[in-house]
């Protein structure tokens, strides 16, 4: 073998440098004792060196040098494996068997959705149109999309596989089997599962859950140990025509039988099946997500929380619901439930609710808003957001600025012991009111995140947030984060790119960020207290608003501060 070579020049100087240097070095005795190599270091150091390799590229890089670093760097390339599909799931479509024991996620992209969904298709963003009249339409070939996965036992050959993803493009819907579900939750090491804008496949009229049968696979005896299980269908409400029942009844057999292991809980609530969650026992569910269109069908008890009375330990609790009433029972008397409780979301909460008086004295943070939330619907409305899917969600203003200040009045019992805030009004003539009970009510605060909704005959008043809101804030001594959404009336509108479709450029993004929005920053932060170290501005974007993020500075002799731009970050969901 012939290696190529370069001559360089070098001083004397340097050579002596360079020979004392490699000298010095600790050499260990066998066949690589000659030179300090990276293989004279431990697989355990290897390892961690891997690690640090973010970029794909030079993780394929490093696997060549030699055989002993492409067996260690094998597990990190092959780690995550993504396939989108267009058609039934085949053994071709799936890598060399050889790679299958390394994959540990593997995200299933379906954009096979039901054609009657699908109104228009182009260029940007699919959209469903909000007129038309959509109906469920059952269709084998498009439900029996993931039945090759079991068929051919594919997760149950990937052992180190620990999470699975089933997604589909933007709005779109797709179908799963009840079969090719539960197979997939057979998969012995899995442990997270994640579905997001599917609907459970129904047959047709006279078919049960009861009905359904396992496809044969080399599967295992029952379900994984799952500890988490998310099922998001995201602003898409029920197919008109599509039984909910029978996803309600699917998913009943599912959770119970998950129960014992699962510590994260993500749900729709169109098929939450409600009764069933009071029933099953979950003795480590520490997060519990509610989200969507309440059920059309209550549950057997008045009040939602007595559906989660057996989950005592509890840690966060979000119910995002278009209306729910009281979570708790007026007159109720008992222990509360979940004495461990740090995080409580309610959309739309009522001040009468009894929960506000029972929260415990582990309850740090409390998000107050409604669903879906009356500004991003805005932002929608306005065309400059490409969302049309959510024309099918019923929905309810944000409460007003005085029954939000009813709201906080009922939680004072814990105000001392809140750090994070998120509240979303409609402004009347307790705003100000309303404002000034938070910063004097809530003193321990170190993140508070304020949504403001004008109603439709306010003009808007871009001075507010400044002048009013800054402050208000003022007298939070320990505030470090504080996340506004304000009137942008003059941000760049997006440029329209054909009769329905506005396109943002970065460019549009970051103009104005470093511009009109630094200098709000920058004046907000001069009228808050020293501990702040974050701003954050609610901003528009192609598909989802935005926060444009600033970090806080002190300059000078410490009494200065400016504002620096950090970044753009989608907002929460």
């Not at 260690?72 to 060399?96: G, H, N, V, W």
């Not at 170290?533 to 609610?538: D, E, G, P």
Request: glycine content about 4%; proline content about 9%.
């Amino acid at each position: 073998m012939h290696t190529a070579s370069t001559t360089t020049r070098r001083s004397p100087a340097f050579d002596a440098t360079n020979r004392a240097a490699v000298t010095s070095l600790p050499i260990a005795d066998g066949p690589r004792a000659q030179l300090p190599s990276l293989l004279g270091l431990s697989s355990d150091v290897l390892l961690i060196i891997i690690e640090t390799v973010s970029n794909m590229h030079d993780l394929d890089a490093l696997s060549r040098t030699c055989t002993h670093m492409h067996g260690l760097c094998k597990p990190y390339m092959f780690r995550e494996f993504s396939l989108e599909l267009d058609q039934a799931i085949t053994l071709e479509r799936f890598p060399p068997s050889c790679v299958w024991p390394h994959i540990r996620y593997l995200h299933l992209r379906n954009a096979c959705a039901h054609k009657e969904l699908l109104v228009l298709r182009g260029w940007g963003p699919i959209a469903l149109h909000p007129h038309s009249t959509i109906e469920y339409i059952p269709d084998p070939e498009l439900g029996n999309m993931y039945d090759g996965l079991i068929r051919h036992a594919i997760p149950f050959n990937m052992q180190n596989l620990r999470c699975i993803c089933l997604d589909t493009g933007r709005n779109n819907v797709a179908d799963i089997s009840l079969a090719a579900l539960e197979g997939i939750l057979s998969a012995p090491h899995l442990r997270k599962f994640k579905m997001l804008n599917h609907v459970i496949f129904w047959p047709g009229s006279n078919v049960h859950v009861a009905d359904t049968q396992p496809i044969p696979a080399a599967c295992g005896e029952g379900l994984a140990p799952l500890t988490s299980f998310v099922y998001d269908v995201g602003m898409v409400g029920i197919p008109p025509r599509y039984p909910a029942v029978f996803a309600i009844q699917a998913l009943s057999t599912i959770l119970c039988r998950l129960a014992p292991s699962l510590s994260t809980l993500r749900l729709p609530s169109i098929y939450t099946p409600f009764d069933s969650l009071s029933k099953a026992h979950w003795p480590l569910l520490r997060e519990l997500t509610i989200q969507g269109e309440h059920q059309s069908d209550p549950p057997s008890s008045p009040c939602i929380a007595l559906s989660f009375v057996n989950m005592p330990n509890l840690r966060v609790l979000n119910l995002e619901l278009t209306h729910y009433g009281t979570l708790w029972p007026v007159g109720h008397v008992a222990s509360f439930p979940w004495p461990f409780l740090e995080h409580l979301t309610l959309s739309h909460p009522s001040p009468d609710d009894p929960i506000f008086s029972h929260l415990p004295t582990s309850i740090r943070s409390l998000s107050l808003h409604s669903w879906p939330t009356q500004l991003y619907d805005n932002l929608l409305n306005s065309g400059k957001m490409a969302l049309s899917a959510w024309p099918h969600l019923r929905r309810a203003p944000p409460l007003l600025s005085s029954t939000m200040l009813r709201v906080l009045r009922a939680c004072s019992n814990a105000a001392g012991r809140l750090a994070r805030l998120h509240v979303e009004y409609l402004v009347d003539g307790d705003e100000n009111a309303l404002l000034r009970f938070i910063t004097s009510t809530f003193p321990s605060l170190t993140e508070l995140e304020v949504h403001r909704a004008r109603p439709e005959d306010m003009s808007p008043d871009p001075s507010w947030p400044l002048e009013t809101l800054g402050h208000a804030c003022a007298a939070l001594k320990q505030l470090q984060a504080l996340y506004v959404h304000a009137d942008l009336s003059d941000y760049p509108r997006g440029i329209r790119i054909s009769w329905r479709v506005k396109f943002y450029r970065n460019e549009q993004h970051e103009c104005y960020a470093t511009s009109k929005l630094l200098d709000a920053a920058t004046a907000l932060a001069c009228t808050l207290a020293p501990s702040v170290r974050t701003i954050a501005f609610l901003t528009p974007d192609n598909t989802w608003p935005r926060w444009a993020i600033y970090t806080i500075h002190t300059v000078g002799d410490g009494k200065e501060r400016v504002a620096q731009y950090l970044e753009h970050r989608e907002a929460r969901r």
